[in-house]
């Protein structure tokens, strides 16, 4: 086994702006992050976010109408917690620094760096910053900071403590993505000894609170959680501190018992590395004769695990818990993007994911109700606490299809787990809820002898395109979720009757929703011989030649919402994510259709778009330019390709690469309970190795241009379908497949970048 | 000739709650109003209303996005200047008061009320309160108060001034046609002279500024503008005031030339019965045989030339100067529904308020390159200064329609008046900056051999449906706009031809119109044999059946816009607007079938929707079901029909009503120079009698069951078509047709509210 890329350092990433680096470098475990703020110099953007840990606000609407979201909820900025303060003995305090070194440890979580500080004076120090997140100790973050002589070799004064914010103004943007400001919480602080600061964070409206507590472990001198040392003698020039960051609490209660607070930086270390390698275990993957790659891959996994909540009460923001961009939501990318890799990697994860969707079930249910759907549940476009937090309902509430992506999440967590329980608890009530919703929210509609079910004035993922008929993807995922619903409750008639019946689901609802599911429309032009987006895509024009340069992207920063509907030009994958999530439902060559047609008009200017692309065409044998799309998604944020990863990650695109090497360039699919397995390596790789579980089945995939060959590490047997080749998989055995030579054809293929639109 | 109804009192009208009461009897005079309200209680919503007066604040949207409205801009409620302190000698304030009588003279625009007022120690007076606005002098209204010993009967002391109002919380709703408070303006008064007030208001964001004065007729006493008489002696019991209000003023100076205030009430009440004499003259309308309808549309017809600017700057906001619901705005309904009665009535009335949409020009320019329209002019959906203000663009910037709307009303006034330096001057640059718009947002297509021009993602005048392709009101007037564009140009051609050069128009120009007007596609229903509202109405389900009952309507406060939006219902006359407004374009047949068939799906929400309902059924013969239709929009105000009068009057159901009777009943229209007129006078009617003008022929035209007669009043020779007979009348000779018996089949259709929908 070649050297892995397992550390991401400076020179790995795309430019050094601090807001920037704070993102690429910040770390998480789920519960709460740390942005990796320079510790001297202060910063405008705060850098703690506390998964789940919102305030809400009143959405304030130019013209309201009945039924719109009532509050913005929004995750809070809380202080930096990696923030010194450093004086000389003279009192110069060290204002600015700059980071001269980082490295963030992939398989430990041990974030190192080294700062150089200077005073308004001239003075100047090392200082060498060391961090660790608890990982299942995941209350905790420590830090050590080790402070070394520049042309200052004096005493040096260090204190800390976390700062109650000054209130700070609502950032407006029109740009979406954007970081939001909260209304300030109240925050008060005591120190229950000389060194230990405990902080009580609590929100004035959604009325939650959190309890903090800042520990040095040296005890302080003179003032609370004050050092003092001497460059320049043998004192110890190291100061370790450990920050505990309680639960959120809806009681708004300081627990009176404080915290265990002697973990040593050696023990958060320990948890963290054990942690890692637990995930890197389960979840391996390595691309060979491409170092960039491998590490890109190895960061998006790791940012991916840090991001997700793992309490079954929080999900996965949309920007992790690395920026307070999107307010911190959760949103369908979760089921859609995200959810995947945890299903087949660490199935206890996803439960807990799919565990927040059940938890908020009842406010689904109250939404659909708000929304004149009489059955049912509708989840919230965008949220933390269940509520719709979407002020723009065209490309928020209207896109319906978050309610099939989750029952199809649901549908494929169980096929891959069999995890009966969890459906007979959780899983069937999100399933059957959202069924009804679709069944009361379609109409019918007879043309000729045919009847349709069809969806009428909604948003499919596509956000260039509001308030069409019979969105393609919409449509197929709720049939789905007709068809989903009937097989969960046949699986949980079989096991235990009385349980379906306490779900009120009689034979003749199955019945009904079998009857939906066969009937429901599915747009196709004749004129392209391809599935249509919706009813008037395709008749739409395309987007004018003239707008196609640089400047005008992404159009939702350049352009009227209304000037974009008009034309036909999408956002991201829309169509062709329904492709990708139902790879039988068309032929070879409608798919090759329908990809070239969808390119030319797609965008890319959602994160979502290129990893769906590059999937589908390395399942057309297209390797090159799927790997092409995938470099970019691949690497997105380590290349700031949306130039806006100082708000945060982009978590789904992050998802988005882990399908697009296993989706895509291994073509893994299960139906039926096989695996199947496709070699499309791109030639530009020489080999991919990944593992992932399906039940109890541990499965190691190899692929390169000689073969593929499928490992079943432990767990019971498993059939996989290589290459087209069934096959019965044993313990210990591995199958190898010949790779079939990839068609040169499309390497002549034009760049991506020029046959866009 | 029978005695007409020319006086409102407190028995013709809905309630007598206060609001209401305020609005219904509001005076105005096209520059400024002032509401009814009562002169001692004090009233949460102010009296005075300034056309054009407005302050702006930023839109704060939920989600904001580019090309957004951005400003705000509304009406400011300005000081009641009807109020008065009144103290008995012991310093007993009177502080409550109810109005006992209130006659408006229609006739004559003089308000007289009587109010009983107490002082908390049960002391009672009477006053008697008369008004009247200058209209001819229209920076002017007087008052003349007149007290009455009730139980006291001893000295009072009175004093009047106009109070600086206190800061006004904004007041936010989910009703969009409510009032809203914008930011309070800086006042500052002073006392030029011991009887004479100045009060100077500037507005902080819009920096307009206004100067008004009260001036008292008697000598103060003593302080500023204060009066003492004694109720039990011989003195005056009588005090008149004046109030002057500045026009709208850019600089915010104060004018130091103190203006005329010695008008006595005498004169502004000569002023006021002039102008009324006049309006009456050319626009008479009576009713034979129903003194409600004929008091109706006397009330209608004042209040339309109340609430209508007449200096070319201004237009007719939506309640025009009688209360400040929507803000004060101007919409389309200004062209659509109020210009039709000035443009046959009062041409120069007509051509003022075309005018401002000439002065804002500019700014339509600039917001159609604001949504990505490289050509031509975009009206805002409603404004006050030009710019867009509508915060929700679905029903806002979406109803394009607009544009060719304002088109068609320059259009019709120039069919009316043949007034060509209007048209060269202004007319033209409206019409042809109109098309360009039309002739680059739409797109071409091409069905088979069949290529169409068309308008995608609009919003027509039904705003429960929003987002569409092929409205087909919209793609029907702008094929007008095209078609009007050409025509106009022709016209200037002829008269000089340098001139339209100067426009920059090209015989290619108008060759390219030409084409395009003929193939703008127009939606037709093969299957129910009617035009189409747009490409997907019809195939909509119905509105549910369990969702009709009283408490669901209006829909839009009950249900969120998405629930409305997927269901083919209307609020209002849509596609049938455009059979209203073009009465040769389909059979009477096909006209019948499209009444029936939305009538079924039209919940008449909007108040613009019955008058064309009805002018349709007396079109097609209907009479009876016209007249239901009718005398719901001829006394909507009257009987408080929407229940929203207190925010002001409707404006354009006020004009719809005038329609109702002109193009209905009497089937009026002007085509190709000749003026046709039709009998469709429902059985309970006697006669109806109306005067208009068709260039410079003044006819009057009466209707009865027996005979249809039209008369040439003054003015040259024109051509009519009276019941289908072509006749040509010159100066004084009238023409009389015998009317057809209308069927009686219609008399025994259900009433009106039983097939909504």
């Given at each position: 086994?070649t050297l892995?890329a397992?550390?991401?350092?400076?020179?790995d990433?795309a430019?050094d702006n601090?807001?920037?680096?704070e993102t690429v470098?910040?770390?998480?475990?789920?519960?709460?992050?740390v942005?990796?703020n320079?510790?001297?110099?202060?910063?405008p953007?705060t850098?703690t976010?506390?998964n789940?840990f919102?305030e809400?606000a009143p959405?304030?609407?130019?013209?309201?109408?009945?039924?719109?979201?009532?509050?913005?909820?929004t995750?809070l900025?809380?202080?930096?917690l990696?923030?010194?303060?450093?004086?000389?003995?003279?009192g110069h305090?060290?204002?600015?620094?700059?980071?001269?070194s980082?490295d963030?440890?992939?398989?430990?979580?041990?974030?190192t760096e080294?700062?150089?500080?200077s005073s308004?004076?001239?003075e100047t120090?090392?200082i060498?910053?060391?961090?660790?997140m608890?990982?299942?100790?995941n209350?905790?973050?420590?830090?050590?900071?080790?402070?070394t002589?520049?042309?200052y070799?004096g005493?040096l004064v260090?204190s800390?403590?976390i700062?109650v914010p000054?209130?700070a103004?609502?950032?407006?943007?029109?740009d979406?993505?954007?970081?939001r400001?909260?209304g300030?919480?109240i925050c008060?602080?005591?120190?229950p000894?000389?060194?230990?600061q405990?902080y009580?964070?609590?929100?004035k409206?959604?009325?939650?609170?959190?309890?903090?507590?800042?520990?040095?472990?040296?005890?302080?001198?003179g003032?609370?959680?004050?050092y003092r040392?001497?460059?320049s003698?043998d004192?110890?020039?190291?100061?370790?501190?450990q920050?505990?960051?309680?639960?959120?609490?809806?009681?708004?209660?300081?627990?009176?018992?404080?915290?265990?607070?002697d973990n040593s930086?050696?023990?958060l270390?320990?948890?963290s590395?054990?942690?890692?390698?637990?995930?890197?275990a389960q979840?391996e993957?390595m691309?060979?004769?491409h170092?960039?790659l491998?590490l890109a891959i190895?960061?998006?996994?790791f940012?991916?695990?840090q991001g997700a909540g793992?309490d079954?009460?929080?999900?996965?923001p949309?920007?992790g818990?690395s920026g307070?961009g999107y307010?911190?939501h959760?949103?369908?990318?979760?089921?859609?993007?995200?959810?995947p890799y945890f299903?087949?990697?660490?199935?206890?994860?996803?439960?807990?994911?799919?565990l927040y969707?059940?938890q908020t079930?009842p406010?689904?249910?109250?939404?659909?109700?708000d929304?004149?759907?009489?059955?049912?549940a509708?989840?919230?476009?965008?949220?933390i606490?269940g509520q719709?937090a979407?002020?723009?309902?065209?490309a928020g509430t209207?896109q319906?299809?978050i309610?099939?992506?989750?029952?199809?999440a649901?549908?494929k967590?169980?096929e891959?787990?069999?995890d009966?329980?969890?459906?007979?608890?959780c899983?069937?009530a999100i399933v059957?809820?959202?069924?009804?919703f679709?069944?009361?929210f379609g109409?019918?509609?007879q043309?000729g002898d045919?009847a349709?079910?069809?969806f009428l004035t909604?948003?499919?993922p596509d956000?260039y395109t509001?308030?069409v008929?019979?969105?393609y993807?919409?449509?197929?995922?709720?049939?789905?979720n007709?068809?989903?619903?009937?097989q969960?409750a046949?699986r949980i008639?079989d096991d235990?009757?009385n349980?379906l019946?306490?779900y009120g689901v009689?034979?003749?609802d199955?019945?009904?929703f079998t009857?939906?599911?066969?009937?429901?429309?599915?747009?196709?032009s004749?004129?392209?011989?391809?599935n249509?987006?919706?009813d008037?895509?395709?008749s739409?024009?395309?987007?004018?030649?003239?707008r196609l340069?640089p400047?005008?992207?992404p159009?939702l920063l350049?352009y009227?919402?209304?000037?974009?509907?008009?034309?036909?030009?999408?956002?991201?994958a829309d169509?062709?994510?329904?492709?990708y999530l139902?790879?039988r439902?068309i032929s070879a060559v409608?798919l090759?259709r329908?990809?070239?047609?969808?390119?030319g008009v797609t965008?890319?200017?959602?994160?979502l778009?290129?990893s769906i692309?590059s999937?589908?065409?390395?399942?057309?044998g297209?390797?090159?330019?799927?790997?092409r799309y995938?470099?970019?998604?691949a690497r997105?944020d380590?290349?700031?390709?949306?130039?806006?990863t100082?708000?945060?990650?982009?978590?789904?695109?992050?998802?988005?690469?882990w399908?697009?090497?296993?989706s895509g360039?291994?073509g893994f699919y299960?139906?039926?309970?096989?695996a199947?397995v496709a070699?499309h390596?791109p030639a530009?790789l020489?080999?991919l190795?990944?593992?992932?579980?399906v039940g109890?089945?541990?499965l190691e995939?190899?692929?390169?241009?000689?073969?593929?060959?499928?490992?079943l590490?432990?767990?019971?047997t498993i059939?996989?379908?290589v290459?087209g080749s069934?096959?019965t998989?044993t313990a210990?055995?591995?199958?190898?497949v010949?790779?079939?030579?990839?068609?040169?054809?499309d390497?002549?293929?034009?760049?991506?970048?020029?046959d866009?639109i």
């Open positions: 086994m892995r397992y550390h991401l350092t400076l020179n990433v430019n601090p807001e920037y680096l470098f910040s770390l998480a475990n789920g519960h709460f992050g942005r990796a320079d510790p001297i110099s202060s910063n953007i850098g976010l506390i789940g919102y809400v959405i304030i609407y130019g013209e309201a109408a009945v039924g719109y979201a009532k509050q913005r909820q995750i900025n809380l202080p930096d990696r923030h010194l303060n450093v004086m000389t003995v003279s305090p060290f204002t600015t620094s700059h980071r001269t980082a963030l440890d992939l398989r430990t979580g041990v974030l080294q700062y150089q500080a308004q004076q001239g120090i090392g060498a910053v060391e961090s660790v608890g990982q299942n100790l209350n905790y973050w420590g830090v050590t900071y080790t402070f002589a520049g042309n070799a005493p260090v800390k403590s700062a000054a209130a103004e609502a950032i407006a943007s029109a979406p993505r954007k970081t400001m909260a300030m919480p008060k602080t005591d120190f000894s000389p060194n230990v405990r009580h964070i609590q929100t409206q959604s009325k939650l609170s959190v309890t903090m507590y800042l520990a040095m472990t040296a005890p302080a001198q003032t609370l959680l004050r040392m001497d460059l003698d004192s110890a020039h190291t100061l370790s501190y920050v505990y960051v309680g639960n959120v609490d809806d009681h708004n209660t300081i627990d009176p018992l404080v915290p265990t607070l930086m050696q023990t270390k320990l948890d590395q054990h942690f890692w390698q637990q995930i890197w979840s993957i691309v060979d004769g170092k960039e491998d190895h960061y998006n996994l940012q991916l695990n793992r079954g009460r929080t999900a996965i949309a920007k818990l307070s307010e911190g959760y949103f369908w990318d979760t089921e859609m993007y995200m959810l299903t087949y990697t660490n199935p206890a994860m996803a439960r807990q994911l799919l969707r059940y079930l406010q689904a249910k109250q939404r659909a109700r929304m004149g759907v009489e059955h049912g509708l989840y919230a476009w965008r949220t606490n719709e979407s002020p723009f309902f065209p209207a319906y299809h309610d099939a992506d989750i029952a199809y649901v549908g967590y169980y891959t787990t069999k009966l329980d969890f459906i007979e608890q899983g069937f059957l809820e959202t069924a009804k679709w069944a009361d109409t019918w509609r043309i045919q349709r079910f069809e909604v948003t499919g956000e509001a308030l008929n019979n969105n993807y919409t449509n197929r995922l709720a049939k789905h007709f068809e989903l619903v009937v969960l046949h008639m235990d009757p349980l019946a306490s009689t034979t003749a199955l019945a009904h009857q939906l599911a066969a009937h429901v429309y599915l747009p196709y004749e004129d392209q011989q391809i249509e987006q919706d008037s895509f395709l739409k024009p395309r987007w004018p030649s003239d340069t400047e005008h992207f159009l350049h009227h919402p209304l000037t974009i509907y008009r034309y036909q030009v999408a956002k991201q169509t062709l994510l329904a492709e139902f790879p439902d409608q090759k329908e990809h070239k047609y969808y390119e965008t890319h200017d959602s994160s778009s290129r692309f999937i589908l065409a390395a399942r057309m297209e390797s090159e330019k799927a790997y995938f470099m970019d998604t997105m380590l290349v700031n390709l949306q130039k806006n100082a708000d945060g990650l982009h978590l789904a695109n992050l998802g988005g690469s399908l697009a090497l296993v360039f291994s299960l139906a039926d309970g096989v199947h070699n390596l530009e020489n080999q190795t990944y593992r992932l579980r109890d089945s541990i995939i190899v692929l390169n241009a000689q073969e593929t060959q499928v490992t590490i432990e767990g019971p059939r996989v379908d290459n069934l096959q998989l210990k055995v591995h199958t190898k010949q790779v079939k030579v990839t068609p040169t054809a390497r002549e293929a034009k760049p991506v970048s020029g866009k």
